[in-house]
Nanobody
Framework: QVHLVESGGGLVQPGGSLRLSCAAS????????MGWFRQAPGKQRELVAA???????NYADSVKGRFTISRDNAKNTVYLQMNSLKPEDTAAYYC?????????WGQGIQVTVSS
């Protein structure tokens, strides 16, 4: 069993920053890929950013230049530094691991960008 626990969300004003963390624990032998997704009300869940064990990253066009994904392999933890936040970044954020992505998701964490 694998557990994914997200933290670091909250309410922030437009232009502000937040840093999300996700710790993976349980029956993990190696994690080849880690990523962040988000889901806004009434919308489908979308991939925000992903990172491989070797550090290769990819980002959704909407967050390029503003968000940075990183990971600590020793801690099985992935981070998402979010800068210059916009109201349209408001969503529940989820992390996931593996290739393909795991079918089971964590609880997610809410990020609200509002003045």
């Amino acid at each position: 069993q694998v557990h994914l626990v997200e933290s670091g969300g909250g309410l922030v004003q437009p232009g502000g920053s937040l840093r999300l963390s996700c710790a993976a624990s349980g029956s993990i032998f190696s994690i080849n890929r880690m990523g962040w997704f988000r889901q806004a009300p009434g919308k489908q869940r979308e991939l925000v950013a992903a990172i491989t064990t070797g550090g290769t990253t990819n980002y959704a066009d909407s967050v390029k230049g503003r968000f940075t994904i990183s990971r600590d392999n020793a801690k099985n933890t992935v981070y998402l530094q979010m800068n210059s936040l916009k109201p349209e970044d408001t969503a529940a954020y989820y992390c996931n691991i593996g290739n393909p992505w795991r079918a089971t998701w964590g609880q997610g964490i809410q990020v609200t960008v509002s003045s």
